[in-house]
């Protein structure tokens, strides 16, 4: 172990054989159903591929949601907090709670299918994800893949952004395209979207947690 204190300086070259320890960023998932961007970050993180990340918990709003059976399988915590007729803030204020208390420093957005108030925004500042799938500003909300193909593009994709009080609104962190094949339906686009959300996501994160990045304006940049 090196010494803190100034004054004893390790022998020369010493300094590369360091291995910094740093802690490894804690990750709350939230959900409301499936849970396949969920498990693609988990896989990610036990394969090796996606590094310096632990997933903290995993919070549903939906009690029969099949990512919290994921969660369970693979022996993550995780917690099921209904959302169904509750106060948005209310609900929020539990969510926020469980993160802090589960020591959740970024929150992930997988399928969580809920605005988020204003104060669990404010609570995580420039701390929590969202995966959608289309190449934002188009097709924000629901079904947004069926919006792609019935508009008739001929690329499609997904976004990861920084999430803010507006819908599929906040700063973008990645997306990734892909063309829209003339023998496409909306179900077989959406599935190839969803291929790219799994990678896209966990690269995302990757970005994120390396911290060499800023926002200028809108506009997320590498530093
Ligand atoms: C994904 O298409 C994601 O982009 C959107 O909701 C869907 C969730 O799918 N926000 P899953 O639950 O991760 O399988």
């Not at 300094?15 to 998932?29: A, K, N």
């Not at 993180?45 to 590094?51: F, V, Y």
């Not at 803010?164 to 997306?175: A, K, V, W």
């Not at 190839?192 to 800023?214: K, M, N, P």
Request: hydrophobic share 40%; aromatic share 6%.
């Amino acid at each position: 172990m090196i010494p803190e204190d100034g004054e004893s300086k390790p022998p020369e070259g010493a300094s590369s054989l360091r291995t910094e320890v740093r802690p490894l960023v804690r990750l709350g998932i939230l959900l409301s159903g499936r849970g396949s961007n969920f498990q693609a970050i988990a896989k990610s993180i036990r394969d090796g591929r996606l590094k310096g990340v632990e997933i903290a918990v995993v919070i549903s709003n939906v009690g029969e949601a099949a990512g919290i059976s994921t969660a369970q399988q693979l022996g993550l915590p995780h917690e099921v907090l209904v959302s169904k007729g509750r106060a948005r803030a209310e609900h929020d204020a539990d969510v926020v709670r469980r993160l802090r208390e589960h020591r959740a420093d970024l929150v992930c957005l997988a399928g969580y299918m809920r605005l988020l108030s204003p104060e669990f925004i404010s609570a995580f500042p420039n701390r929590i994800l969202n995966i959608h799938p289309s190449l934002l500003p188009a097709f924000p909300g629901l079904d947004a893949q069926q919006q792609a193909f019935d508009y008739g593009v001929k690329w499609a994709g997904c976004t990861v952004h920084f999430v803010d009080e507006h819908l599929d609104h906040g700063t973008i962190i990645l997306q990734r395209a892909i063309p829209v094949l003339d023998d496409d339906d909306a179900h077989s686009l959406a599935e190839r979207i969803l291929a790219e959300e799994h990678i896209a996501y966990g690269e995302a994160i990757a970005r994120v947690v390396s911290g060499a990045w800023e926002i200028r304006g809108r506009r997320y940049v590498k530093r």
